[in-house]
């Protein structure tokens, strides 16, 4: 997995970063209205995260991007919550530990940031990536948060964001 890297976007990422999510939907027959598909910022990544508080990583393989996610600001909110927005990864990506590694690192700066609590909407289909949220200790919420505009996607979900000062401590001493 050494050939795999994590970074923070840059400017000349929108179009490969673009091109993946779109992939996604297309591949995996997803809604494209009501969805991340339709967004605006879809061709702007690298612009949208550009502003405080808010952060988008792509996974490279090889000089190749194969996914992404981020954190912010949860749109018309006005509780200290971010939302974990636009995880998708190409089919090669996917079953490699490579999401659940990503969702840390999006954890760790939202923390940074200092937000409280971290939510998600997605897709009734997506069961991977919802059994992925659980496991990282998101659970279901019956009603949407913020004005997402995500109108296709019902399942909605929340995390608790706390610092785990035994973890801190364990990865400190290895």
């Known amino acids: 997995m050494n050939e795999i890297l994590i ?9 490969q970063i673009a091109a993946v999510i779109r992939e996604v939907f297309v591949s995996d027959g997803y809604p494209k209205t009501g969805t991340a598909f339709a967004d605006t910022q879809l061709d702007f990544m690298f612009e949208a995260y550009d502003k405080p508080r808010a952060i988008y990583f792509v996974v490279e ?35 490699k530990g490579i999401g659940f590694q990503l969702i840390q690192i ?19 289909e997506m069961l991977t990536a919802q059994n992925l949220y659980k496991k990282v200790g998101f659970e279901y919420i019956d009603q949407p948060m ?10 909605w979900m929340i995390k608790q964001l706390t610092i785990d000062k035994k973890s801190l401590l364990s990865d400190k001493s290895k």
């Open 61 to 95: 393989k090889k000089g190749k991007i194969i996914g992404g996610a981020g954190v912010s600001q949860l749109d018309n909110s006005t509780e200290n919550i971010c939302e974990l927005q636009k995880m998708y990864f190409l089919q090669e990506a996917r079953g």
């Open 146 to 155: 913020g004005n997402t505009g995500h109108t296709t996607c019902p399942v």
């Open 106 to 124: 999006c954890f760790e700066k939202a923390t940074e940031f200092g937000y409280q609590k971290c939510y998600l909407e997605t897709l009734p």
């Open 7 to 15: 970074r923070e976007i840059q400017l000349q990422d929108n179009e």
